[in-house]
């Protein structure tokens, strides 16, 4: 009797034993075939009260004030670039022929660009151009409707240069970067970091004073002669609106 009880709880165990590996072997086949997304979704669940943790509330908040700050600072300067062209373009006189960049070849950027306004308009070929900060570069050609602008940093292109604190002169000559190099006619330039360079008061081929840039390095030991390198104060590379000054002299 007691065996046949020890044999019937024994069976009784095994079937349960089997029952618990059956609903297992269920459970992992489950998880196989749907590749895991229902173990994941009773996870998220589980866990879904304690997210985000004091810590991930921390980096959350400052990833967060992190994109609207540069988000800020992009609005901030398409605000200041529209601004300044929109300034350019309002600001028009008898002197002045206001014109819009339509073309920019990528293999000539430090080149040249072309306008909007031509011959029809009044635009000469040598006329001055500049934009917002300065002097950009001289008109190189034109058609009826348009004309072509060669940059200040397009290689080889020089003009006449001036720091007034010095009163050195200089050939502001392209190097096809966005900061042209000052070559100086004197031994000694005199010249430190963070002077103004502009066109030459003397000039004729050029409206005097106008400005270019700052210097940003000096190199005295340079033969044959002393030379600085200048950024220019109106950027070409970011460059909407221009004005051709008509008259040179």
Same mark, same amino acid.
């Given at each position: 009797?007691?065996?046949?009880?020890?044999?019937?709880?024994? *069976?009784?165990?095994?079937?349960? !034993?089997? &029952?618990?590996?059956?609903?297992?072997?269920?459970?992992?086949?489950?998880?196989? $075939?749907?590749?895991?997304?229902? *173990?994941?979704?009773? *996870?998220?669940?589980?866990?879904?009260?304690?997210?985000?943790?004091?810590?991930?509330?921390?980096?959350?908040?400052?990833?967060?004030?992190?994109?609207?700050? @540069? !988000?800020?600072?992009?609005?901030?300067?398409?605000?200041?670039?529209? !601004?300044?062209?929109? #300034?350019?373009?309002?600001?028009?006189?008898?002197?002045?022929?206001?014109?819009?960049?339509?073309?920019?070849? #990528?293999?000539?950027? $430090?080149?040249?660009?072309?306008?909007?306004? /031509?011959?029809?308009?009044?635009?000469?070929?040598?006329?001055?151009?500049?934009?917002?900060?300065?002097?950009?570069?001289?008109?190189?050609?034109? +058609?009826?409707?348009?004309? !072509?602008?060669?940059?200040?940093?397009?290689?080889?292109?020089?003009?006449?240069? &001036?720091?007034?604190?010095?009163?050195?002169?200089?050939?502001? +000559?392209?190097?096809?970067?966005?900061?042209?190099?000052? @070559?100086?006619?004197?031994?000694?330039?005199?010249?430190?970091? /963070?002077?103004?360079? +502009?066109?030459?008061?003397? #000039?004729?081929?050029?409206?005097?004073?106008? +400005?270019?840039?700052?210097?940003?390095?000096?190199?005295?030991?340079?033969?044959?002669?002393?030379?600085?390198?200048?950024?220019?104060?109106?950027?070409?590379?970011? @460059?909407? &609106?221009?004005?051709?000054?008509?008259?040179?002299?």
């Amino acid at each position: 009797m007691i065996k046949a009880r020890g044999k019937i709880g024994f *069976y009784l165990l095994l079937k349960k !034993r089997l &029952w618990v590996i059956f609903v297992f072997g269920i459970l992992l086949f489950g998880v196989r $075939w749907t590749k895991g997304a229902g *173990y994941l979704d009773i *996870y998220s669940i589980l866990i879904n009260p304690i997210l985000p943790g004091s810590a991930q509330k921390e980096w959350i908040k400052e990833g967060e004030n992190i994109e609207r700050n @540069i !988000r800020l600072k992009l609005l901030e300067d398409d605000n200041n670039r529209l !601004r300044k062209a929109l #300034s350019l373009k309002e600001f028009n006189s008898d002197n002045r022929i206001s014109a819009a960049v339509i073309s920019r070849s #990528s293999r000539n950027w $430090w080149q040249q660009l072309e306008i909007n306004k /031509g011959a029809k308009d009044g635009v000469l070929k040598g006329q001055a151009v500049i934009g917002p900060g300065g002097l950009i570069g001289l008109v190189d050609s034109t +058609t009826p409707l348009t004309a !072509r602008v060669r940059l200040l940093t397009d290689p080889g292109h020089q003009v006449g240069a &001036w720091i007034d604190r010095t009163k050195r002169h200089g050939i502001l +000559t392209g190097m096809g970067t966005n900061r042209p190099k000052l @070559i100086f006619l004197n031994k000694n330039s005199l010249a430190k970091i /963070g002077d103004a360079v +502009t066109t030459s008061p003397a #000039s004729t081929l050029l409206p005097p004073n106008l +400005t270019i840039g700052i210097v940003q390095f000096v190199n005295e030991k340079a033969l044959p002669s002393p030379f600085a390198i200048v950024q220019l104060t109106a950027s070409p590379e970011a @460059i909407d &609106w221009v004005q051709i000054l008509k008259d040179n002299g």
